[in-house]
Antibody, heavy 119, light 106 residues
């Protein structure tokens, strides 16, 4: 199993960014997928999750209405659209697999991509 | 919303020590709890899920116990590679992590 994130970078407050995660080594559309973030030196925070067929999505209250999660099963890819970014969104963003669905633990994690929101 | 209180926030231990970390939920979460290990600059690694099920490939010195609101992660004999930060996480509703426990060398 391998999860590879990309798309992070430095962005100004109020702007947008799109993160991607490409999965390999397992049948992508058998699993829910998630994003978990970690501000530098801080703890872990679940951001969003999506079930296998995109029928169910969930978001943390801190990102609801600003972030949008989607997936492309044909490309084994997961996407997180980050809009109206705030300095407190600065974090490493990890893609993770959820074996139990949208409400789950996380059995595989990517290496993370860093999003820095600063003017 | 369910809250998770993890304790202690840090501890110092020696190789060979038995280490216990606790996680308390603000309401009954049945057995919907997982434990992770994270080393500096690395992604978290799943150790335990469903409160007491050892993830494949995780050494047997790690064990989890508990149910309803009180849970424990135990390392029976601390090894050099176990110095890290440990997190609990519930999945009874929207996933939530505890604040973490940093285990360092005494």
């Amino acid at each position: 199993v391998q999860l590879v994130e990309s798309g992070g970078g430095l962005v100004q407050p109020g702007r947008s960014l799109r993160l991607s995660c490409v999965a390999s080594g397992f049948t992508f559309d058998d699993y829910a997928m998630h994003w978990v973030r970690q501000a530098p030196g801080k703890g872990l925070e679940w951001v969003s999750g999506i079930n296998w067929n995109s029928g169910t999505t969930g978001y943390a209250d801190s990102v609801k209405g600003r972030f949008t999660l989607s997936r492309d099963n044909a490309k084994s890819s997961l996407f997180l659209q980050l809009n109206s970014l705030r300095p407190e969104d600065t974090a490493f963003y990890y893609c993770a697999r959820g074996p139990y669905g949208v409400v789950t633990h996380f059995d595989y994690w990517g290496q993370g991509t860093l999003v820095t929101v600063s003017s | 919303a369910i809250q998770l209180t993890q304790s202690p926030s840090s501890l110092s231990a020696s190789v060979g020590d038995r280490v216990t970390i606790t996680c308390r939920a603000s309401q009954d979460i049945s057995g919907a709890l997982a434990w992770y290990q994270q080393k500096p600059g690395k992604s978290p690694r799943l150790l335990i899920y469903d409160a007491s099920t050892l993830e494949s490939g995780v050494p047997s010195r790690f064990s989890g116990s508990g149910s309803t609101t009180d849970f424990t992660l135990t390392i029976s004999s601390l090894q050099p590679e176990d110095f890290a930060t440990y997190y609990c996480q519930h999945f009874y509703s929207s996933p939530l992590f505890g604040g973490g426990t940093k285990v360092d060398l005494k």
